[in-house]
């Protein structure tokens, strides 16, 4: 019987491709670049299986380019924001992600980001590789001390959680939380977590870290008015998704001090960044480097694999999302 073809947009790390390749036709993007819409759309058409990711837009009208032989889109990612999940589903495409194994890595890197923000560790390292550091001064870079500040949580799912609880044990800060469900109280007593509106929260807290998904709901949640609210001393955290936060009106906000800070992994137009935005000291800037390590990417791989396997098999898939 021939083997069931497989594409992954993108190259993935070797172990994961190797896996795959022994049970079924694996094709790679060699170029390993983003593929246009065109060559997504003439790859639901030519393969079982598409292995998408964040770099790939998939809407519907990529999806009414022609008549559809994928049975599914495995998604190497958690977030689907780039996935048309209604027009899968009117497709007949099965939709699967990569949940639980980014939690830690990603919650790592928003308490990364807030610590580089507070401690001005951006700042400080241009400084040291311009060969611009006049040497120790009692005053010189005095950022500000996490330690028992208030931590606000703007999506208490699994990386919000991860990312508040680092937060609070590591470095005993109080933990506000806005999500749509309140937290069980078992999970509120742990963290010592207290449920706000969003306005309150973004009123009180000195850190705000941003863990709702991507897409049209999210989309520009975190406006100037928000940004208005919070206190000019607080720090904004986004390793969620650039659409989720007004970049022009972060921007402003500052260039003109009402915030102290912001550290970003995601960026509305990606790889692009308004040039006023790398011109701002206090702006911390990664290039979405959440889930980007040797062992999670290689789990991300294989919970793919998983749900191939399972779809092959007749079974749900674990990580079904439309
Ligand atoms: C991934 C992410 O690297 O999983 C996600 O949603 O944001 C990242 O950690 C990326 O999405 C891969 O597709």
């Known amino acids: ?28 993007n060699h170029e390993d670049r983003a593929l246009s819409a065109g060559a997504i759309a003439a790859a639901l058409r030519d393969f079982d299986f598409v292995c998408p990711t964040v770099t790939d837009r998939i809407d519907a009208e990529v999806l009414a380019g ?28 099965v939709v699967t992600n990569t949940p639980d194994v980014l939690t830690d890595d990603t919650a790592d890197l928003a308490m990364m980001l807030a610590l580089m923000c507070a401690r001005r560790a951006g700042e400080g390292e241009r400084l040291v590789r311009a060969d611009r550091w006049p040497g ?52 509120e007593q742990e963290l010592a977590a207290r449920h706000l ?20 709901s ?15 001393s607080a720090i904004l955290v986004n390793t969620a998704r650039g659409e989720v936060v007004d970049e022009e009106a972060l921007i402003a ?26 011109s701002l000291e206090n702006a911390v800037l990664l290039p979405h480097l959440g889930s980007a390590t040797d ?3 290689v789990a991300m791989g294989l919970r793919v694999v998983a749900n191939l396997d399972a779809i092959v098999a007749g079974q749900t898939p674990p990580d079904r999302v439309a």
């Not at 509106?197 to 049209?216: C, M, T």
């Not at 999210?218 to 000019?232: E, G, T």
């Not at 906000?253 to 790398?278: K, S």
Request: hydrophobic share 40%.
């Open 136 to 187: 120790w001064s009692p005053t010189h870079l005095l950022g500000t001390r996490l330690s028992g500040k208030t931590i606000g949580i703007v999506g208490f799912g699994r990386i919000g959680r991860a990312t508040a609880q680092r937060a609070h044990c590591g470095f005993g800060m109080s933990v506000i939380y806005a999500s749509r469900h309140r937290a069980p109280s078992i999970i």
């Open 66 to 93: 022609g008549p559809i032989r994928a049975r599914a889109l495995c998604n190497f990612g958690a977030g689907v924001g780039h996935i048309d999940l209604e027009a899968c589903a009117s497709a007949g495409l």
């Open 1 to 28: 019987m021939s083997r069931l073809s497989v594409l992954l947009t993108r190259r993935w790390p070797r172990a994961v491709e190797e896996v795959l390749a022994r049970t079924y036709d694996l094709s790679r």
């Open 218 to 232: 999210n989309r520009h949640l975190v406006d100037a008015r928000r940004l208005s609210l919070m206190k000019r």
């Open 295 to 297: 062992e999670t990417r």
């Open 253 to 278: 906000a500052l260039t003109r001090g009402d915030i102290a800070a912001a550290g970003l992994d995601v960026y509305q137009h990606e790889p692009h960044l308004p040039a006023a935005l790398r």
């Open 197 to 216: 509106a969003l306005d309150q929260l973004f009123a009180e807290a000195d850190v705000i870290s941003i863990h709702v998904p991507g897409g049209q």
